[in-house]
């Protein structure tokens, strides 16, 4: 593993113990505000220091409490954007991207060409912070970061000030660095929507402990999670592959094998998107449905129960490598007979998944 985090810090009342291990790509680092999310990377980073435990960083040590090992911030190799940017006011974005590429790690640096081109900023080199939107500032703080020659990337929130627009115009960018520079990425947020389209690796935070550690959409569509946390509403999470796009409005994509359909995703075909699928919306059957206007059938096997202290309870059906929750009476799990390895069928009606639950 590319990061090896195992640390404890305590600060008032509040005490943040986490043990957890990331490689190439983006893994989250996700939590409710005041869950520990931002003093973890400020441990790592080197920003605050760690009571007892270690960091290595590509084997390395950048922090042992034992051995008294605490490599100084300018020298752990960490390329870290902030929510704000934090660029030099008095600055341009040309000079802003030089002094980090001067002051950077020595060693095979990234072209500043390479950077300015990649994150589209040869527009705006000659421009003074102040004179610049949200979503350039953060592309300008990215480029900045990796001038730096980072051995990581730390992302903290760098979405959360900006308005929906902003967000759709950077969030491209993050996935080229993601999918481009083969770096280990810590983002941060309390997003669900954000982690589950640009991350595949996910650490969730709850009043400094970790509660879960991961594959992303497994964790986003944990009922133990969801509860925990207090998310609003109950969701699975899952990927799916655009195949056809036909005449009618409706796309068609492969999810685990079968067919789903849902209205015209404006999206290249084989590309495959992440679907957020609310529980309220799944209805269960034990035999297929016949003549229904829900076109979305999906076969699948129970592997969870959970009953509610009321009424209700939460089922859990695999359909390939994924797990879709849905929400039930317990009348209605007694009259089905559903059983963990119980074979049924999940339906819902292709207009229940809203645009903006499709993560492209």
Known sequence: ??????????????????KFNADIGITAIFGPSGAGKST????????????????KIFDEL?????????????KRGIGFVFQDARLFPHMNVEANLKYSHRFGRRGQLRSFS????????????????????GGEKQRVAMGRALLSNPKILILDEPLAGLDEGLKAEVIPYLEFLRDNFNLPILYISHSQSEVARLSDKIVVLEKGRILEHG????????????????LRDLSSFVEAIVRNHATDGITELDFAGSKLFLPTINTPLG??????ILAKDITLAINKPQKISALNILKGEVVEIILGNGPGAVVGI?????????????????????KLGKTCFAFLKSVSVASSDIIV
């Open 215 to 230: 594959k992303t959409l497994q964790i986003l569509s944990s009922f133990s999670v969801a509860k925990k946390l207090g």
């Open 40 to 55: 973890l990377v400020n441990l790592i980073a080197g920003l605050m220091k760690p009571n007892n435990g270690y960091i």
């Open 62 to 74: 950048i922090f042992d409490s034992e051995q008294k090992i605490n490599i100084p911030v300018n």
């Open 114 to 133: 390479e950077i300015v081109e990649v994150l589209n900023l040869e527009g705006i080199l000659n421009r003074l912070p102040g004179n610049l939107s």
């Open 318 to 338: 695999k359909v390939g490598n994924h797990k879709l929750i849905t929400r039930i009476t317990q009348r209605s799990l007694n009259v089905m007979d559903l």
């Open 1 to 18: 593993m590319s990061i090896n985090v195992n640390i404890d810090k305590s600060m008032g009342d509040f005490y943040l113990k986490t």
């Open 271 to 276: 590309r495959k998107v992440r679907l957020r």
